[in-house]
């Protein structure tokens, strides 16, 4: 191959993996395009630090992509609408951005008539079968490249790889793998490939800085998060980075996540979600006292099955879109006020208040008064419902 046809987008975070990769292609003679996805966790000194790295180590060319808003237009949204919490537990902080940066990746090397793309993903994770998923299918005749797949290298390795070509790197930041955007950040390291281990306090982005009780109002628009405190945002991603703002000093939304890998292997990772919990949650509290109980079990089960598609990569899968429309549909009425109050390591949900909140809107308080129905009514009523259960019992003779 010529060296005019050796050019190679690699999807660059500035990381430990991604750093290797432009050092290692750079080498072997490619012309490195190094393009980073932001989906909000970065600062504008991180950005600079990534330039600069992704050029000291042999980078053609180096640009940031800014897809905060699309990346909130195009999934959180629909993680919000669905309450997505893998295994109950994880909102799917690096699944979901994987995917759209892998997405926006490809339109990047399509863009510039790319021989090659290349990630920095091991061979033992989620990620791999992300990111090739999507080069597969949006830019089937680019080579995909992994040197940390496929050289099989450790942390440590790597490292020494990077030393031994004039860049020095924190062999203790090293240790742990952190990634950050809007929606969470994920900590893996020593301790998370055991069963038993918990992430030391320094391991954790955020450290504990506040431990008196703090109230905080959140407010709903179909489905949305657009204001805190009675103030009103211009964009849902200002109100979820203010929520941040406000909730991570005290150490909320951590938790070790544990589920099956696409490629059929137990994992097991930490991740900080201050906002993403709470906003979560609170929604979730807002949809009981609004949606009637078929929407909330059908948008249950559809919602969940989104979250595993996404989470294994399926983003692409066109029934995705099909239930982005449904989950939408069922947000026409989800608008109110959620009341929350912050301590440290955990939050509590206080009550809604809400126009269509139908608790408020029925004839009767459950276990205390009506005034739509009688006792004869209700008498009715049982025997009617009771008629079904009494033939099976009679004919399986329970």
């Known amino acids: 191959m010529s060296q005019q046809n050796k ?12 750093s290797y990769c432009v050092k290692y292609l750079s080498l072997q003679g490619w012309e490195i395009h190094a393009v980073s996805i932001n989906t909000g966790g970065f600062s504008e000194q991180d950005l600079q630090q990534m330039e600069q790295r992704a050029y000291q180590l042999g980078a053609k060319s180096y640009q940031c992509v800014d897809a905060v808003k699309d990346y909130y237009q195009k999934y959180v949204r629909y993680l919000v609408y669905g309450n997505v919490l893998r295994n109950n537990t994880y909102p799917l902080s690096v699944s979901a951005e994987r995917m759209f940066q892998a997405v926006e990746i490809a339109s990047v090397a399509n863009q510039i008539n790319a021989t090659a793309i290349a990630h920095g993903s091991t061979g033992a994770g989620n990620d791999q079968v992300r990111f090739d998923l999507a080069f597969s299918i949006l830019c089937p005749n680019i080579q995909i490249i992994t040197p940390i797949r496929d050289q099989q290298l450790s942390r440590a390795e790597e490292v020494s790889f990077l030393k031994e070509h004039g860049l020095e790197w924190n062999e203790e930041k090293a240790k742990y793998s952190v990634n950050q955007g809007v929606w969470g950040t994920s ?20 450290q504990l800085e506040k431990t008196e009780e703090t109230s905080v109002s959140l407010s709903f628009s179909k489905g949305e998060l657009v204001g805190i405190n009675g103030r009103k945002y211009d964009h849902p991603l200002d109100a979820i980075q203010e929520l941040q703002r406000m909730a991570a000093p005290y150490a909320i939304g951590r938790d070790i996540h544990v589920g099956d890998t696409i490629i059929g292997i137990k994992g097991r990772v930490g991740f900080e979600a201050a906002a993403p919990m709470i906003i979560i949650k609170a929604h979730h509290l807002l949809e009981k006292h609004i949606l ?31 239930i982005e429309d449904f989950l939408e549909a069922t947000q026409q009425q989800v608008t109110g006020t959620v009341f929350v109050k912050l301590y440290p390591y955990r939050f509590q949900l206080d009550g809604i208040e809400s126009d269509f909140d139908k608790m408020q809107m029925q004839k009767g308080q459950y276990g205390e008064m009506n005034e739509g129905w009688t006792g004869t009514d209700v008498k009715g009523f049982t025997k009617i419902l009771a008629n079904h259960f009494s033939n099976a019992t009679n004919v399986n003779q329970i």
């Open 187 to 206: 900590v893996g390291g020593a301790e998370t490939l055991t069963s038993h281990a918990s992430l030391p306090e320094e391991a954790w982005l955020n």
């Open 292 to 322: 009637g109980k078929w929407q909330a079990y059908w948008k249950e089960q559809l919602a969940n099955w989104y979250g595993m598609m996404l989470h294994e990569g399926q983003y692409l899968d066109e029934v995705m879109r099909n």
């Open 7 to 18: 050019k190679l987008v690699l999807a660059y975070s500035g990381g430990l993996d991604t």
